[in-house]
T-cell receptor
Framework: QKEVEQDPGPLSVPEGAIVSLNCTYSNSAFQYFMWYRQYSRKGPELLMYTYSSGNKEDGRFTAQVDKSSKYISLFIRDSQPSDSATYLCAMSFDRGSTLGRLYFGRGTQLTVWP | NAGVTQTPKFRILKIGQSMTLQCTQDMNHNYMYWYRQDPGMGLKLIYYSVGAGITDKGEVPNGYNVSRSTTEDFPLRLELAAPSQTSVYFC????????????FGSGTQLSVL
């Protein structure tokens, strides 16, 4: 069983839709949860970062962590064509000791059409 | 401010050839990493470095070597290239021991035929 599971999609939505992206994980020791956005032929860039359970909002983006269910989500409100990208979830056991050892999901490819 | 720069962007190798993927950052970050991304798969850590002269293995180090002689540069060496090393390689850096924000380069797409 992979440590981090993410449906690769593809997911195609009209402009203005609410998008829900999800990841599940198997190891309850994960404490730090991130969402990276990756445009075609570019490196990933950090979009959201959360610690433990709860919600975090940043503009049109909301990250949600449910540790009891081992489930994390990213919601995009009022989606725009510029949101078209691959979204990667990532998580780690500890903030510092793993020194960048992030465990990534496969990524979900999102297309927002005008 | 260029961030993390990787060269080359594309490369085709024959089986058994060797090459070095270059990575340099201008943010004075101590921590640098090499990841590989196979099609439809998540990124996997190959090697990382916590500062000049210090490197350590990640999840998938076999077939690769690294060195870190300066803070800015972290080259990845492939010896005896194999088809299983066909992938996109990303170099990343971070400011400190916390790993929540990695800055990635644009990647090197490598094909071994």
């Amino acid at each position: 069983q992979k440590e981090v599971e993410q449906d690769p999609g593809p997911l195609s939505v009209p402009e203005g839709a609410i998008v829900s992206l999800n990841c599940t994980y198997s190891n309850s020791a994960f404490q730090y949860f991130m969402w990276y956005r990756q445009y075609s032929r570019k490196g990933p860039e950090l979009l959201m970062y959360t610690y433990s359970s709860g919600n975090k909002e940043d503009g049109r983006f909301t990250a949600q962590v449910d540790k009891s269910s081992k489930y994390i989500s990213l919601f995009i409100r009022d989606s725009q064509p510029s949101d078209s990208a691959t979204y990667l979830c990532a998580m780690s056991f500890d903030r510092g000791s793993t020194l960048g050892r992030l465990y990534f999901g496969r990524g979900t490819q999102l297309t927002v059409w005008p | 401010n260029a961030g993390v720069t990787q060269t080359p962007k594309f490369r085709i190798l024959k089986i058994g050839q060797s090459m070095t993927l270059q990575c340099t950052q201008d943010m004075n970050h101590n921590y640098m990493y090499w990841y590989r991304q196979d099609p439809g798969m998540g990124l996997k850590l190959i090697y990382y470095s916590v500062g000049a002269g210090i490197t350590d293995k990640g999840e998938v180090p076999n077939g690769y070597n690294v060195s870190r002689s300066t803070t800015e540069d972290f080259p990845l060496r492939l010896e005896l290239a194999a088809p299983s090393q066909t992938s996109v390689y990303f170099c990343a850096s971070s400011a400190g021991a916390t790993n929540e924000k990695l800055f990635f380069g644009s990647g090197t797409q490598l094909s071994v035929l």
